[in-house]
Nanobody, 116 residues
């Protein structure tokens, strides 16, 4: 049974930082490309960052230079370090498995709220 459990969200002032975590189970984590998405109220879910099994990373232009995705294969966990947060980063953040047959699995998400 595949499960994704996100945590680490919260309320932070603009300019602050948060570190999100996503614990995955039921998959061979080490060979999976992992991704973080976010969805703001009234908007579509958007891709924020990805990390491959070889630790290559890619970022949306809006977060490049501020966010960093990483992974710990021993703990089946992917992280998203978010620095210099802006009110526009306010959203529910989700992790996802970027592999054929697994992309429909989603966790409950974690709320990030950035106040101005």
């Amino acid at each position: 049974q595949v499960q994704l459990v996100e945590s680490g969200g919260g309320l932070v002032q603009a300019g602050g930082s948060l570190r999100l975590s996503c614990a995955a189970s039921g998959i061979i984590f080490s060979i999976s490309t992992m991704a973080w998405y976010r969805q703001a109220p009234g908007k579509q879910r958007e891709l924020v960052a990805t990390i491959t099994s070889g630790r290559s990373t890619n970022y949306a232009g809006s977060v490049k230079g501020r966010f960093a995705i990483s992974r710990d294969n021993a703990k089946n966990t992917v992280f998203l370090q978010m620095n210099s947060l802006k009110p526009g980063d306010t959203a529910v953040y989700y992790c996802n498995i970027d592999r054929v047959g697994y992309r429909h699995y989603w966790g409950q998400g974690t709320q990030v709220t950035v106040s101005s």
